[in-house]
């Protein structure tokens, strides 16, 4: 018989009900999940089933203390100072599910393996934004496209600038960033999907990565780690991914040779195109016509921008970016 991936029992069924239908809609990996709010029901289904986790409220273990939890298990506790409760950890309920799901997630990045099922095709769409030229508003672009898709879709944002200035924009307070993902990977711990989970952040329906605080961590990892990063994102649960280069490195071009469509924002003056033609004469000279045979160059509207990011989509660069994705720009 087959074994469900994600237990949860709790007496509350709507509470049940609400954080199962959270995980189901943002867990970036595939999980399989079971809710109960009846002990009698939980315990027929252990008999049967070995899940991989386990969430389930703290009155379980005082009545039903010789029962045998399944897989890695957690605890929901009404306490929010508790971290352990009979050798289990706890998780204080009484937050948000977003919280919730970020401390599930990190209590099994390591065990990422056996929570990420192989896809035979993958459906991901990775969507590369770049450009040769400066101040073109390529990050407002793709920020803006990433909200518009995301209003139906499920996108994630990957920035991977230098100097990015998300962390400005955006303040999260002690969040990890782009770097911890790539720190995973050197380790060769497997599947980073578990990992990334826990790392996303949310800018209204956008789903994005925080990108790395120092440049040396993106100078300083090699080809191979950025090539199985992007292959484990075509596992990903999400629709697109939007990809938001910086300057070019070793592995840029193997990237955007999986990208569907590229996006190359400039600006028109004489230094500008000029750029733009020393691109597509590097594109010719090394033989990558398919390549450039994606790129679609855009000259962005500029003003308009609202001053609350996540409604870029309702901004003159939403409705562009909007407008350039459906073909009718």
Not at 53 to 76: F, R, T, V
Request: aromatic fraction near 8%.
């Amino acid at each position: 018989m087959k074994e469900d991936i994600f237990v949860i029992y709790d007496k509350d069924e709507v509470y049940v009900r609400r954080l199962m239908k959270y995980i189901a809609n943002n867990a970036v990996i595939q999980v399989e999940i079971q809710g109960f709010s009846e002990i009698r029901q939980l315990k027929k289904y252990l008999e049967e089933h070995t899940p991989e986790m386990m969430l389930a409220a703290e009155s379980l273990l005082e009545e039903e203390p010789e029962l045998k939890l399944g897989g890695l298990s957690l605890i929901l506790t009404e306490a929010d100072e508790i971290e352990s409760i009979k050798g289990y950890k706890a998780i204080c309920k009484f937050q948000s599910c977003e919280n919730i799901m970020r401390e599930i997630f990190r209590q099994y990045a390591d065990r990422a393996p056996a929570l990420v099922k192989n896809r035979k095709e993958s459906k991901v769409e990775l969507i590369g934004v770049f450009s040769p030229v400066g101040g073109c508003g390529k990050t407002t672009f793709a920020l803006a496209l990433g909200q518009v898709l995301a209003q139906r879709e499920k996108v994630l944002y990957l920035n991977l600038e230098s100097f990015s200035g998300i962390h400005h924009l955006i303040r999260n307070e002690k969040s990890m960033t782009l770097a911890e993902l790539i720190f995973y990977l050197k380790g060769n711990r497997g599947s980073c999907l578990v990992k990334l989970a826990e790392t996303v952040k949310h800018l209204g329906n956008l789903d994005y990565v925080p990108p790395a605080l120092f440049s040396e961590d993106l100078r300083t990892t090699e080809s191979e780690i950025w090539i199985k990063l992007f292959n484990e994102l075509m596992k990903s649960e999400y629709d697109k991914v939007i990809v938001d280069f910086g300057r070019e490195e070793e592995w840029t071009m193997d990237v955007l040779a999986d990208c569907s469509r590229i996006y190359v924002p400039f600006r028109d003056d004489r230094i500008s195109r000029a750029k733009l033609e020393h691109l597509e004469m590097v594109f010719h000279v090394n033989k990558l016509d398919e390549l450039s045979s994606k790129i679609k160059k855009i000259q962005i509207p500029q003003g308009g921008e609202p001053g609350d990011l996540e409604r870029l989509a309702e901004s003159r660069v939403g409705k562009f970016a909007e407008g350039v994705y459906a073909g009718t720009l």
